[in-house]
T-cell receptor
Framework: NAGVTQTPKFQVLKTGQSMTLQCAQDMNHEYMSWYRQDPGMGLRLIHYSVGAGITDQGEVPNGYNVSRSTTEDFPLRLLSAAPSQTSVYFC??????????????FGAGTRLSVL | AQSVTQLDSQVPVFEEAPVELRCNYSSSVSVYLFWYVQYPNQGLQLLLKYLSGSTLVKGINGFEAEFNKSQTSFHLRKPSVHISDTAEYFCAVSPYGGSQGNLIFGKGTKLSVKP
């Protein structure tokens, strides 16, 4: 049982490049989300999904796209990377978003640097 | 809307001393409350949660927290800390029942335990 798996662990991009951060969970969780963590800012929600085919924006969605074609996978796409997107990105999942109990399980993170 | 304030960004303590990490929240609806811990270069893991019932909740690694509705606080405590407790701690809230359970995080408190 791997839990929430994020790849890659580290990535360096040049301004304007695009890339996809991968997230997969093997717990059959309905709810998945992406956060970014910046020093002194805590975690801020980028996008989330309450089930396959359903996504919505969080607090800081600009510059990022997501899709949810399967229950297991929730990739995050950077269309044209900017230095302001240098951050640590965490994917999380939980059994359901609708109960509100929402005990989320986090991946180990992807450290992204945009030069 | 909800917000979370962690009153201390850094807390240095000596080993075997008690510690309290403070968290206040603001919300127009009832909320669930969580503490997550992040060890260096790792993802977040759940430390403890308050959903309902007894206002004193116990978590892993000897931590406990007390929910105070009148003061809208959820402070985390440990009577005697170890070097291994050095980590960043995040307080989070989620709206109560029936709504999408997106977590709102505080900015984090870095606990540094010195020998």
């Amino acid at each position: 049982n791997a839990g929430v798996t994020q790849t890659p662990k580290f990535q360096v991009l040049k301004t304007g490049q695009s890339m996809t951060l991968q997230c997969a969970q093997d717990m059959n969780h309905e709810y998945m989300s992406w956060y970014r963590q910046d020093p002194g800012m805590g975690l801020r929600l980028i996008h989330y999904s309450v089930g396959a085919g359903i996504t919505d924006q969080g607090e800081v969605p600009n510059g990022y796209n997501v899709s949810r074609s399967t229950t297991e996978d929730f990739p995050l796409r950077l269309l044209s990377a900017a230095p302001s997107q240098t951050s640590v990105y965490f994917c999380a999942s939980s059994y359901s978003a609708w109960t509100g109990e929402n005990i989320q399980y986090f991946g180990a993170g992807t450290r992204l640097s945009v030069l | 809307a909800q917000s979370v304030t962690q009153l201390d960004s850094q807390v240095p303590v000596f080993e075997e001393a008690p510690v309290e990490l403070r968290c206040n929240y603001s919300s127009s609806v009832s909320v669930y409350l969580f503490w997550y811990v992040q060890y260096p270069n790792q993802g977040l893991q759940l430390l403890l949660k308050y959903l309902s019932g007894s206002t004193l909740v116990k978590g892993i690694n000897g931590f406990e927290a007390e929910f105070n509705k009148s003061q809208t606080s959820f402070h985390l405590r440990k009577p005697s800390v170890h070097i291994s407790d050095t980590a960043e701690y995040f307080c989070a809230v989620s709206p109560y029942g029936g709504s999408q359970g997106n977590l709102i995080f505080g900015k984090g408190t870095k606990l540094s335990v010195k020998p």
